[in-house]
């Protein structure tokens, strides 16, 4: 009789009731959002990018402290006729050019190109000048801090606005159907039609002479706010598509009829029946989003039609560093580098959580 | 057929006007838009301001203003129609904007053709061989590499593509500039070959993982494994009944990225390696806040988009007989 | 289904097989699949070699597959489950296929199937096969009279038989069938997600000892389901009706009609519509149980929807407890849903992955405003009169097997104490033994809280089962109504007669005596009916009449109606009398209703 009982616990439920046996009797149930968690809790490299981000931000939003503690420059002071003290000897932050005389040899020597600023000096200046001065005399590695910060909140900032603004319309449309739907459809058929670069641009552009007043917005021109408002509206459409249709598959699956058929509200519907099954898809769109939108904010930037100088962005700078790049690449490497390093953590994550959410994704790819 | 073509045709329509108008109310909202007031020059005279807002129709409600505009450019797409003062004329340099677009047409479709050649071949290798290869090493190294390619702005793979591959450090290709086909097709093909693969990289990466991904899935269908039970070798499977289905949704995706890329995507690839195409015209009327051109590159951006729309659309009813309509 | 490649031509994908395994041309390749195709059944093959897939029917696909399969002269035929997705009558087609073609081709067929019915009527020689292994070999009559093993008397014990009219011996098949309370974990990992395969078979691993000791022994192990609902035997026909005699419907559906409209061109004008419902009537008396068939696209669904008003008809009315309730709004409606309820089919899809068990039950009684406190009480009450333990009350429903899915969905409908259930296929995606188990329960729940059941299955042995009576729908159209056994032994519509001779008994004895019709093609559109009579195009009786004239839904006495112009099986003096009074009179359709079991009459007068 005793085997006959293993016999019957063995062929009992689900394969994760016979998980639970292993470890201890379950009665709180595991919830997808703990299921997906565990398995992404085994993927390194996803968690590892993801670490790699948090310290990319982490940095970025002690940029005051480093400048202030480290640096003891401010990201847009000037330091043009200053000596820094390189490894105990004086180096001019800009070269000075024209000729001296050696105090040894007495010969008139030539000093070089004048302007050029100095390059990374590694830590051996005290922690001045970490990545080197701009033509300007700035510190460089103070600048990039500060223009990540700028940088990571226009990213993080326009993924939220674009995500949430996505998530609203694609919820309407894709639940009350009908002339809502084909309304919501059309605005992201034509948002869709525009080249998006050059709408943001000349958004950007137009916005940033005089920033923009009206009603209750109030935007000074050299607002963070808007890159992050122009970067958030004109992506929407790509956001808002896949979701739209996400969400009418869901809306065909019959437990959304058996909450009507229960008399359950469109709202109770829509924010407790249809949000939870996409917030997984929500979640992984934000995390790309982010990566895309740090990306697109630096082009903009690059442009001119994004932050607005002296103020630093990582878009700037490499748009500042760009005509320098011949006597001192660093100011162009530097940011560039930070993008890639960011947008990949981002990307590595992202993928990373679309497979612990999706796990049918997980075992294609170990097909 | 018929019925399908025409309906797209005048939805096209309504969204080239919508976006025109959009454009154009962005310059009409926006403050600091006022061209009559940048036209004047320095230290402009009231009078003066007064003046170019009556030659240009700048006190005119804003609707005629968008008439006016519409029927300008669209007389100056005319052939053989010259008359200066029906014309979409630019504010900062008063030149013929339809004139400007033409001449710079052929430059950026060479940056965009041939760009889009590079990335379609390599992306639909990388794809293919990831997929082929996939869990094992070489597809983990082409997984990364297909990432970074797809998180690396543009414009700064190209400075410093440019600055570490020309002239001055490896030598290998020439510093930026481009050299009209016609005249020189060698100096054309050797000036375009960097801007062609720098432009080129995001899409390899990103066409890289949609296809190995495509692919994984489509190996799993029925039809493959009737395919195999047919006793088809492996390579005539992977290549008649996986690949087929797996490079339809490419093609969508291409339709699009190449139409985006001659609407304005190439603005910063043009931009950094000086290409005097569409996209640095745009870039440089939007730094002079100058409307004509924009209005005039965002319709030209905006044609080919939605016009690529449809064509992919054709192309996918061709390529999948289940949405062919009947 | 999705078996063929969906970008090639059928033909060329025979082709293709032809082609690669015989030296011949292409032409010659092409017209032998011609002929492949004439062979297995296509009408018209010329042309259809050139159709893709999407443009065949489920049956047609098929019958395509089984030509490529024997384009090559195979020595044995591979059928992995050839009939599973295939409505009845086309399941008998391609069944009478299979036989043929094994005859004609000279060719060993291994026919893998999960239905007993299917191979009492083709296999010469049958494994059952449980949990990874070959438990019983046996020819055919052997194992269907004289099985060795436990598990095949299970199994064949739990179907709900088509043949047998009274449920006594079959439901203590079935009862013993239950006992199994839980296909082995092999067979429930197919529908686990893959992520939890590993912990599956980390799962096995450690009780690899046990299982070499020997086979599994599921059936002989008591499970846990059975321990905790101990089942009342209780013979559900001999129970006394609700007072059958002057109690109004509970829910009476008039002239109902719902289309759905087809949108196409520039303007989106409505091209067409389908006609999913086309003037239906009927009455469902409380406490009674109204078995819904029909093959898929019949509008059983549709209609079993617009009653609990999920879909606005498009026309008619429905009355549900002497209240129209056809046209109300969503607000008027709310009070309404706390009297009917449905049970839905899937129970993979109809349960919200993300909520929990509790959440799922108590959703309903908290939008119709129970206490929180009292909630979770009540809740738990419900998981344990569907048989399922109140601790699940946590969990989430991936964590539950098919079965005790339905189980929730079942407990979720009666959350709010309904009058009606709608249960729309609730059986259909279990595996066998469960069915038998939900059958049972429903029949309980249906006793213990006098419920009203429109139970819609397009599995004739399952109806026959729970309902009082039983109406046929074919295309839109209610075609027979009849008192449940009466329909089994004495059908009218030569539809219901194929239908029933269409499904495959498990009887080898009785499958080789009894006739078979196999009707031909498929289900005409519903977009474009047929005229007349819409079984017409496939029916063997068919006349001129038929294909001009609607047969109207007569009365044949006792209860049993149809609406046929070539009644079956009614004697000479009924006929005459339905003849005589071709339509029963409108005041007749008001209020009386007979006093037998049956329910309402409800001749429906053409206009």
Known sequence: MATQQQATDFTLDTASELAAEEHEVSIVGRSPWYLAWRRLRRNKV?????????????????????AERVAKTGPNENHITDVVMVDGKPVDVLSKGGTYTDPETGELKLRGA????????????????????????????????????????????????????????????????GWLDWGITRFFDVMAAFPVILLAIALGAALSINGFHQGPIDLESGSLWIPTLVISFVLVAYVGRPLRGQILSLREKEFVEAAVAQGGSPWRIMFSELLPNIASSVLVFFTLIIANNILVEAALSFLGAGVQPPNPSWGTLISEGQLRIRTAPWLTLGPGVAIVLTVVALNVFGDGLRDALDPRAKVRMEH | MGAFLARRLIGMFFVLLVITFVTFAIFIVVPGGDPATRMAGKNPSEQGIQNIRETWGFDEPFYTQYGKMMEKTFNAMRPGFDDPNNELISYSRRENVVDQIKQRLPATFSLAIGAAIIWLAFGVAVGMISAVRAGRLSDRMITILALIGISMPVFWLGIIARYYLGPENAGIFPDGDYVPLTQDPIGWFYHLLLPWMVLAVLFIGFYGRVLRSNILDTINEDYVRTARAKGLGPRRVLSKHVLRNSLIPIVTLFGLDFAGVIGGGAILTETVFEIDGVGQYAARSIRTLDLPPIMGVTILGAFFIVLFNVIVDLVYAYLDPRIRPT | MTSLNPVYRVGDQIVEQILAHQQISKDAAGRRAVELLRQVGIPNPERRVDAFPHQFSGGMRQ???????????????????????????????????????????????????????????????????????????????????????????????????LDQPRPGAARLDRRRAAVADQPPARVQVQHALPARLRQVRRGAAAREPRREAGPPRPLLAVGRGQAR????????????????????????????????????????????????????????????????VGESGCGKSTLGRCVVRLLEPTEGEIVFDGRAIGKLGTRALRPLRREMQMVFQDPYASLNPRKRVGSIIGTPLKIHGVPKAERRQRVQEL???????????????????????????????????????????????????????????????????????????????????????????????????????????????????????????????????????????????????????????RCRYMTEVCREVEPPLTDYGNGHLAACHHPLNVDAETLARVTAAPETPDEAREDVLPADTSGPSHPVTPP
């Open chain 1, 46 to 66: 996803a968690l590892g990018a993801l670490l790699l981000f948090f310290l990319v931000v982490a940095a970025c939003a002690l940029a005051p402290v480093f």
């Open chain 3, 383 to 537: 998981l344990e009169t569907v048989g399922l333990s109140p601790e699940h009350y946590n969990r989430f429903p991936h964590e539950f097997s098919g079965g005790q899915r339905q189980r929730i969905g079942v407990a979720r409908a009666l959350a709010l104490r309904p009058r009606l259930i709608v249960a729309d296929e609730p059986v259909s995606a279990l595996d066998v033994s469960i069915q038998a188990q939900m059958v049972n329960l429903l029949e309980e729940l249906q006793e213990q809280f006098a419920l009203t059941y429109i139970f819609i299955a397009h599995d004739l042995g399952v109806v026959r089962h729970v309902s009082d009576r039983i109406a046929v729908m074919y295309l839109g159209k209610l075609v027979e109504l009849s008192p449940a056994e009466e329909l089994y032994t004495r059908p009218i519509m030569p539809y219901t007669e194929a239908l029933l001779s269409a499904v495959p008994i498990p009887d080898p004895d009785l499958a080789e005596r009894r006739e078979r019709i196999v009707l031909q093609g498929d289900v005409p559109s519903p977009i474009d009916p047929p005229s007349g009579c819409r079984f017409h195009p």
């Open chain 3, 229 to 292: 609902a101990p089942r009342r035997d209780h013979p559900r026909r001999g129970r006394p009706r609700l007072s059958a005699n002057g109690s109004a419907p509970l829910v009476e559906v008039r002239s109902l009609r719902k289309y759905f409209p087809i949108k196409k061109g520039v303007l989106q004008r409505e091209v067409g519509r389908v006609h999913a419902v086309d003037d239906v009537s009927f009455a469902v008396r409380e406490g009674e149980t109204l078995g819904l």
């Open chain 3, 63 to 161: 019958r395509a597959m089984i030509a490529m399969g024997l384009s090559c002269n195979p020595d044995i035929l591979i059928a992995d489950e050839p009939t599973t997705a295939l409505d009845v009558t086309i399941q008998a087609q391609i069944i009478e296929l299979i036989g043929r073609l094994k005859r004609d081709f000279n060719s060993a067929v291994i026919l893998i199937t999960h239905d007993l019915g299917v191979v009492a009527e083709i296999a010469d020689e049958i494994i059952v096969m449980y949990a990874g292994r070959v438990v019983e070999r046996a020819q055919k009559r052997d194992l269907f009279y004289d099985s060795q093993m436990p598990y095949t008397w299970g199994l064949l014990g739990s179907i709900p038989r």
């Open chain 1, 114 to 177: 004048a302007g050029v600023p100095i390059g990374p000096t590694w830590w051996n200046a005290g922690g001045k000048f970490v990545l080197g001065a701009d033509t300007n005399g700035r510190d460089v590695a103070v600048r990039l801090l500060y223009g990540g910060n700028n940088s990571l909140k226009i990213g993080i900032g326009s993924a939220l606005l674009c995500t949430l603004m996505a998530l609203v319309l694609a919820l309407l449309a894709g639940y009350y159907g």
